[in-house]
C-alpha cells in the first residue's frame, strides 16, 4: 500500500485454538494465513493465539523476542504483510499480555493489554500495560486493543487520532451479546472502522467460543461476512475517503467532551 492510498485491505482469523501448545497453533495459522487469496495489507489474529487464554505464564510465557515473534517476522516478511495478534512474554520478572504490530520489514510495535479480566484472575498473573499504542499503515491510524479493553470506553476515545480500531479477543459465548453490542458502539461513538477478532471452539477450561468476529463501519453498519462458531479467514477493503467524508458531514467529534487519563 502506498502512501497516497484510501484503501486499507484487512484479513482477519476466525479459527480455534490448540490449548498450551505453542508449536501446534504456530503451525495452524501458517497454514490459515496461506489460505488467503486477496490482496491484503493487514492481517489479524486473536488475543493469545499460540496458547488460549491461559493462566499459567510461569510455564508458558517466552522471551520479548521469543520464537513466536521470530515467526510473526517471518510471516510478515515472506507475505509482505503487518500482522497483529498477542503472545504471553515475560520481561524483568512480569508477564504481559503483549499485543505485537509486526511490520514487513521487521520492525515492531507494542502494547500491553491495560484492562486484565480480573473475573479470569487474569490481573493476578499478569502486569497491566500503561500506553495506548496507535501506528500509522499508509495514510491509515491504527488502534490496537485486547479484549476486556472494550468495556472501557474512555481508553477507546477517539481524540481525532485514529481510523481504525482494531480488538483481539478470547470473549467467551456466553457473553456475546456484550461483545457485539460494544464492538457496534465504539463504532458509533468514536466514528471509526472497527474490527473485533475472537476465537471459536472451546478451551481448556471448558469454555465455549463463538466468534462473533466482525468488521463495523462508522455508521455502525456490520459489513463482515463471517459467521459464528464457524472457521474464516476473511479479508475486506475499508475507505478512508469515505469515512472522512462522514466525519465533514457528521461532525459528532467537534462536540466531544474531553477527558485525561492520570
Not at 488467503?36 to 505464564?57: A, C, H, N, R, Y
Not at 462473533?212 to 462458531?229: A, C, F, L, Q, Y
Amino acid at each position: 500500500m502506498s502512501d497516497q492510498d484510501t484503501n486499507l485491505n484487512i484479513t482477519f482469523i476466525q479459527t480455534e485454538l490448540a490449548w498450551e501448545q505453542i508449536d501446534r497453533n504456530l503451525e495452524h495459522f501458517n497454514t490459515k494465513i496461506n489460505e488467503i487469496s486477496k490482496e491484503t495489507d493487514l492481517v489479524i489474529l486473536p488475543e493469545m493465539f499460540t496458547t488460549g487464554f491461559s493462566m499459567q505464564p510461569e510455564r508458558l510465557a517466552e522471551p520479548k523476542e521469543g520464537k513466536s515473534l521470530k515467526w510473526m517476522q517471518s510471516v510478515a516478511a515472506d507475505k509482505h504483510v503487518t500482522l497483529i495478534g498477542s503472545l504471553i512474554i515475560r520481561e524483568n520478572d512480569n508477564y504481559f499480555n503483549r499485543l505485537f504490530v509486526v511490520l514487513p520489514e521487521g520492525n515492531y510495535k507494542i502494547y500491553d493489554k491495560r484492562h486484565l479480566f480480573r473475573m479470569g484472575e487474569e490481573n493476578k498473573h499478569y502486569t497491566a500495560g500503561q500506553h495506548r499504542v496507535i501506528f500509522h499503515l499508509g495514510n491509515w491510524r491504527i488502534l490496537p486493543l485486547i479484549c476486556y479493553d472494550l468495556r472501557f470506553p474512555v481508553w477507546s476515545r477517539n481524540h481525532n487520532d485514529y481510523d481504525l480500531a482494531v480488538y483481539i479477543a478470547n470473549w467467551p459465548e456466553v457473553r456475546r451479546h456484550v461483545w457485539k453490542s460494544l464492538l457496534v458502539a465504539r463504532a458509533l461513538e468514536n466514528q471509526v472502522y472497527i474490527a473485533g477478532v475472537n476465537r471459536i471452539g472451546k478451551d481448556g477450561k471448558d469454555l465455549t467460543y463463538s466468534g462473533d468476529s466482525m468488521v463495523i463501519d462508522p455508521r455502525g453498519n456490520i459489513i463482515s461476512k463471517t459467521e459464528p462458531h464457524q472457521e474464516s479467514v476473511e479479508t475486506l477493503s475499508l475507505s478512508l475517503d469515505e469515512l472522512n467524508r462522514f466525519r465533514e458531514k457528521f461532525p459528532v467529534g467537534k462536540d466531544a467532551d474531553e477527558f485525561v487519563i492520570k
